[in-house]
């Protein structure tokens, strides 16, 4: 199998299986009792958060593991309204999990330019016109196209004209692949997940940084200081933490070959399939996992059906509860039209990729798309 | 063995179909269409159905695909339906369906992804004459026939087209299905319109998209007799609401004429025509006229006729048929081809 599906979710590397496993078979302790056993899963989990502290540049004070990403962000935007009230503001390239709790609460969903990147200008002649916005979310990179959002300018702009609205970042797709304690230094919350880069699947964090208005919004025992209740997930947040590990002593090299891996699969396609177009602008700042491309007179559910035939994993837009693929939000903000858009795949890659694979893939999606072509109406 | 992609929708037919296709040696793929992004009986854009078909493809042990062609739906099954209501026409929005999306949408993709054929759970047969042509024939258990809905199906799909359940009676479909442990084995049938929920009702679904209009009910005299809520869901020969104050004799809907919001009602025998006109006939497999049996609704009887020109006459006066209704002729149990009343 071929798998260019990491932006979905990326295969758990084995040292973190390792990592996990004695919590699962030797030690049954909830980290808030008293004994022995108890303080053992505290000291693993207090191990993780300073694992995650470090990897996003926060203190480990601020990190509160939640169940993943969605969790994350919806309690970032609920958490501050919950204490602060005000109108939330985020823009439509945003994943579901920031749009759905934004419009919710009667926030605002502002435009983006071509690139699906959010723009300084909307974003301050809102913040100007409108009263009381107390938080923006922007994430760090898309998860469909990988395209980077100007996060340290928009802290700038809150912190000179708007010191009064809170800055949130969807930082689960760039956590792999940019330096998240310098990039996202001015966000006052930033959510992340560990399945995107090399962890279990149901652990996350949210790093609420310090001063910022917060209420929990998942109630009970008060674990995670008051922020979120419920016993934590010992053995994935301990996966978690080496996963955040990892990236630390490897994100540079990681990046350095997957660009190149990419460039390579992107080029190649472009030159080998006629009427063949990047999704994004060439020349847009983004991560280096994600190859986004569009294939004219192509359905991309059909062409997703031909790669699986021959053994490739990849996706189009965003899936829906029913597992039917559905034209992209994010393209749709993008200002894509709906016949290319409908034509397009996402290829990520990730820490498994291998040159086979890219091989692999160049030799199949031209073929496949040929064939689609043959019989398109 | 050929490829076949199967067309499953959750149901217990699909279901069957799938088994027995792959019980010949097949290689089969279950594929289900994201069809309705709405509200539905099943639950939003009908997910439990998707997941029923999904479960029964695990138990089969062949892979499962979605396929969403809900853009597709909207703009030739549902918009259409909502615009011929608002025309006053009696619209069939399965056989659009049938038409537009199984039968030429997914029909297309399963020979651009290269299968050789197309199976559905339909009750109905394809019968291969010794010259190589087919046609449509009714199920065996012509309680559950569908072949009225297949009436568009000519010989290019029908070439590449399996019918599987089409020689076994509901029952025996279930017993299968029991028998092969199949989740879906007492699921019941789906009913109606799937856009269409029962809570709410087609009335409920016309009125978000379209103004209805309320008219008035007059009688073969032109004197007005009563009123109606909406003249755009009255259909010609209907009687439910038709009773006028007073007036002790069945009175049906004998004409609906939307522009002037005004329903014409009479007795029985106003509705009996002669003829009726039809248009966009399609063939099984070359245009036919001469003598016929002509069915007018899903579960209708076959009536006797001559078909000329575009116009069906009928051996003995019959009732008008709704605008917008689709007309079948048959020769014995064989779908020779059909239209639209108009």
Redesign the interface.
């Known amino acids: 199998m071929t798998y260019l599906d990491h932006a979905a979710s990326t295969p758990t590397r084995p040292e973190v299986v390792e990592a996990m496993m004695p919590w699962f078979t030797q030690h049954p302790g909830n980290p808030s009792g008293a004994h022995q056993q108890a303080r053992e899963a505290r000291r693993a989990v207090d191990e993780a958060r300073d694992a995650v502290a470090a990897l996003v540049g926060a203190d480990s004070s601020e990190v509160v593991f939640t169940s993943g990403g969605t969790e994350a962000d919806n309690l970032a935007i609920d958490g501050v309204l919950r204490s602060k009230g005000g109108t939330p503001i985020c823009s439509a390239t945003e994943h579901p999990a920031v749009l759905e709790p934004v419009r919710d609460s009667g926030g605002i969903v502002v435009p983006t330019d071509e690139a699906g990147q959010i723009s300084l200008e909307a974003l301050a002649e809102t913040l100007n016109s409108i009263d009381n916005i107390s938080l923006i979310s922007a994430m760090t990179a898309n998860n469909e196209t990988g395209v980077i959002n100007p996060i340290t300018d928009i802290a700038e702009l809150l912190e000179e004209r708007f010191p009064s609205t809170y800055l949130h970042t969807d930082a689960v797709q760039a956590t792999a692949w940019m330096d998240l304690a310098k990039y996202c230094e001015g966000a006052h919350l930033i959510s992340i997940t560990g399945h995107k880069f090399g962890g279990p699947k149901g652990a996350g964090a949210l790093i609420i940084k310090k001063g910022v208005p917060f209420l929990a919004t998942q109630r009970g025992g008060g674990q995670e200081r008051e922020r979120r209740s419920g016993t934590q997930n010992v053995p994935a947040i301990v996966g978690l933490g080496k996963a955040a590990q990892i990236m630390m002593s490897e994100r540079e090299i990681l990046s350095a070959r997957v660009t190149d891996l990419r460039n390579q699969l992107e080029e190649k396609l472009i030159a080998l399939i006629p009427d063949t177009f990047r999704t994004l602008p060439a020349e847009s700042n983004r991560t280096p996992q994600i190859a986004h491309l569009c294939f004219k007179d192509v359905?991309s559910?059909?062409l997703l059906?031909?790669l699986e035939?021959e053994g490739i994993a990849a996706s189009a837009a965003s899936s829906?509860?029913?597992?039917?693929?559905?034209?992209s939000h994010v393209l749709q903000a993008m200002g894509i039209d709906y016949e290319k858009a409908s034509g397009s795949i996402r290829l990520s890659l990730g820490w498994t990729t291998t040159e086979e694979e890219i091989n692999h893939a160049l030799n199949v999606i031209p073929q496949a798309v040929t064939?689609?072509r043959?019989?398109?109406? | 063995m050929s490829k076949v992609m199967v067309a499953m929708s959750g149901g217990v037919d699909s279901s069957v179909a799938a088994a027995l296709m792959l019980e010949q040696g097949h290689e089969v793929v279950g594929v289900t269409l994201r069809l309705w992004g709405g509200e539905s009986d099943s639950g939003c854009c009908a997910i439990s159905d998707v997941d029923d078909a999904r479960r029964v493809c695990d138990e089969l042990k062949i892979d499962h695909h979605v396929f969403n062609m809900s853009d597709e739906f909207d703009n030739h099954v549902v918009n259409p339906y909502v615009s011929s209501h608002a025309a006053g026409l009696t619209p069939n929005p399965c056989i659009e369906c049938n038409r537009h999306i199984k039968f030429d949408l997914l029909h297309h993709r399963v020979q651009a992804l290269g299968f050789d054929r197309l199976a559905t759970g339909h009750h109905a047969r394809i019968i291969t004459q010794p010259d190589g042509t087919h046609y449509l024939a009714r199920a065996i258990d012509t309680s559950k026939d569908q072949s009225y809905v297949l009436y568009m199906l000519d010989q290019k799909k029908l070439a590449i087209l399996d019918l599987p359940i089409g020689d076994l009676t509901k029952e025996q479909v279930r017993d299968l299905a029991t028998k092969l442990n199949l989740r879906t084995a007492t699921k019941p049938d789906s009913q109606d319109v799937c856009f269409i929920t029962r809570e709410h009702g087609r009335n409920d679904f016309l009125r978000k998209r379209i103004p209805l209009t309320p008219g008035r009910v007059i009688d073969t005299t032109g004197a007005e007799v009563g009123s109606v809520e909406a003249v755009e869901m009255v259909t010609i020969g209907q009687r439910k609401g038709m009773a006028t104050a007073g007036g002790t004799d069945p009175r049906y809907a004998i004409d609906v004429d939307v522009p002037n919001a005004t329903v014409t009602v009479g007795k029985p025998e106003d509705l009996l025509v002669d003829s009726m006109p039809v248009k966009d006939c399609v063939w099984a497999n070359q245009p036919t006229s001469g003598s016929v049996l002509v069915q007018i609704s899903a579960h209708g009887k076959p009536m006797e006729a001559t078909l000329k020109d575009n116009n069906v006459y009928w051996a003995e006066p019959q009732r008008r048929v709704a605008p917008g209704q689709a007309v079948v002729f048959y020769s014995d149990n064989k779908v020779l081809g059909g239209g639209m009343a108009c």
């Open positions: 359905e559910e059909s059906f031909l035939q829906c509860a029913s597992g039917a693929q559905q034209v064939q689609l043959e019989y398109s109406k």
